[in-house]
């Protein structure tokens, strides 16, 4: 499972269906507390007219959009928000599948890496838009102006491949939907922050 997959299966939806939505974002914080616990936030927003498409669509408990989070709506956007908060461990981020990876490296520092893997081509596959030229060009065009952020808080950041905010307390990087589908697309292999706690 790549970053892509891991962000739908935490929203409780599935790519695909989250893929006929377009109009969506998706933002993962990654908030480190000490050197042994984090809080992972995940809020996907999406168009309200998209998500009672997707809802009329869905069949309860198959594909629902934010089955596992909590649905907020602000003005005519709806966002699903799922929290975790504990032990690196006992959150469930599925560091094996794709999903981030958090570890304590000693000197009170915790790093936080993003496996970026394969992304655009799994992606492409997710979609079926690989072998079909149109359904690229509709996706494409569907997604533009919005993309996959992955953000690292809770300290000052002493290492990073991401860009780093003013007060340097976060690390962040925006990856547009429509750069997963170029084939260009030239990703290093993970992205990653370092936190001084």
């Known amino acids: 499972m790549t970053l892509i997959t891991a962000a739908a299966r935490l929203t409780g939806a599935g790519l695909l269906t989250l893929a006929l939505a377009a109009c969506m974002?998706?933002?993962m914080t990654i908030d480190i507390q000490s050197q042994t616990e984090a809080e992972a936030t995940m809020v996907t927003a999406m168009a309200a007219d998209m998500y009672q498409m997707i809802m009329a669509q869905s069949v309860e408990g198959e594909d629902e959009f934010c089955a596992e989070g909590e649905?907020?709506?602000?003005?005519d956007m709806m966002?699903?928000?799922v929290v975790q908060s504990g032990p690196f461990a006992e959150l469930d981020l599925d560091a094996e599948g794709g999903g981030p990876?958090?570890?304590?490296i000693g000197g009170g520092q915790v790093r936080v890496s993003f496996p970026t893997g394969d992304i655009a081509e799994a992606m492409a596959e997710d979609t079926g838009a690989r072998d079909d030229p149109q359904m690229m060009a509709m996706i494409t065009s569907m997604f533009e102006g919005h993309a996959i952020t992955m953000t690292v808080a809770g300290g000052t950041i002493t290492d990073t491949n991401m860009a780093i905010a003013a007060d340097g307390q976060s690390a962040s990087y925006a990856i547009p939907f429509t750069d997963l589908f170029a084939s260009d697309l030239d990703l290093p292999a993970e992205l990653y922050a370092v936190v001084q706690k």
């Open 101 to 104: 990876v958090i570890a304590a």
């Open 71 to 75: 649905l907020i709506e602000r003005g």
């Open 25 to 27: 974002d998706v933002e």
């Open 79 to 81: 966002e699903c928000h």
